[in-house]
């Protein structure tokens, strides 16, 4: 009997302590209302990195380190990836960032799911959306977002990793204008 009470007990603790993580991070959230950050990128093996200010609701400007002058930018509506060589326009409805991007969102399905305390260091939570599966990663300290992985209906794996994370800077207004194809 007191092996099903000690069990029971921790059971309920481990249940409030995710809770209220769960809390934390919606408030964090709440508080945040853009981000900067550097970023490593792999898409299907391929590695690339480079920095990012992330303006909520769904803006992302990102500068890739890279000799071709890569930048992705997302107005809200439609993202822009741009090298030297090539232009390429989609609606942002077609991709994850779309789940990403939007803060109300993610406080929405946070409310709803389960969180995964991976190895005392980050917290996941995983959930499938407009046939994207996405998992996204916050910071067990600061309780910033630290990371995503997507699937797309192509089923290409992206992992992206932040770091060197500032919240609410002051941003560039024109810093989320879609550039002009060349």
Same mark, same amino acid.
Not at 144 to 153: A, E, K, S
């Given at each position: 009997?007191?092996?099903?009470?000690?069990?029971? &007990? %921790?059971?309920?603790?481990?249940?409030?302590?995710?809770? /209220?993580?769960?809390?934390?991070?919606?408030?964090? %959230?709440?508080?945040?209302? /853009? %981000?900067? &950050?550097?970023?490593? #990128?792999?898409?299907? !093996?391929?590695?690339?990195? !480079?920095?990012?200010?992330?303006? *909520? @609701?769904?803006?992302?400007?990102?500068? *890739?380190?890279?000799?071709?002058?890569?930048?992705?930018?997302?107005? !809200?509506?439609?993202?822009?990836? =741009?090298?030297? /060589?090539?232009?390429?326009? *989609? @609606?942002?409805?077609?991709?994850?960032?779309?789940?990403?991007?939007?803060?109300?969102?993610?406080?929405?399905?946070?409310?709803?799911?389960?969180? +995964?305390?991976?190895?005392?260091?980050?917290?996941?939570?995983?959930? %499938?959306?407009?046939?994207?599966?996405?998992?996204?990663?916050?910071?067990? +300290?600061?309780?910033?977002?630290?990371?995503?992985?997507?699937?797309?209906? *192509?089923?290409?794996?992206?992992?992206? &990793?932040?770091?060197?994370?500032?919240?609410? #800077?002051?941003?560039?207004?024109?810093?989320?204008?879609? @550039? =002009? #194809?060349?």
């Amino acid at each position: 009997m007191i092996d099903k009470l000690v069990f029971l &007990f %921790l059971l309920f603790s481990i249940a409030e302590a995710s809770a /209220n993580i769960k809390e934390k991070i919606i408030q964090n %959230l709440e508080n945040t209302n /853009n %981000l900067t &950050f550097n970023f490593e #990128q792999n898409v299907n !093996g391929r590695t690339e990195n !480079g920095n990012c200010a992330l303006l *909520y @609701p769904l803006k992302i400007f990102c500068k *890739y380190n890279l000799k071709n002058n890569k930048i992705l930018v997302s107005n !809200g509506k439609s993202i822009v990836i =741009k090298t030297d /060589n090539s232009y390429y326009l *989609y @609606p942002l409805e077609r991709t994850p960032l779309k789940l990403i991007l939007n803060k109300n969102f993610l406080i929405n399905k946070i409310k709803n799911l389960d969180a +995964r305390i991976l190895d005392d260091q980050f917290i996941n939570f995983k959930f %499938l959306e407009s046939d994207f599966e996405v998992n996204i990663f916050f910071d067990n +300290r600061t309780l910033n977002l630290i990371g995503w992985q997507t699937t797309d209906i *192509y089923q290409n794996l992206s992992i992206t &990793f932040l770091a060197a994370i500032k919240k609410n #800077q002051n941003l560039k207004g024109n810093l989320f204008v879609l @550039p =002009k #194809q060349n």
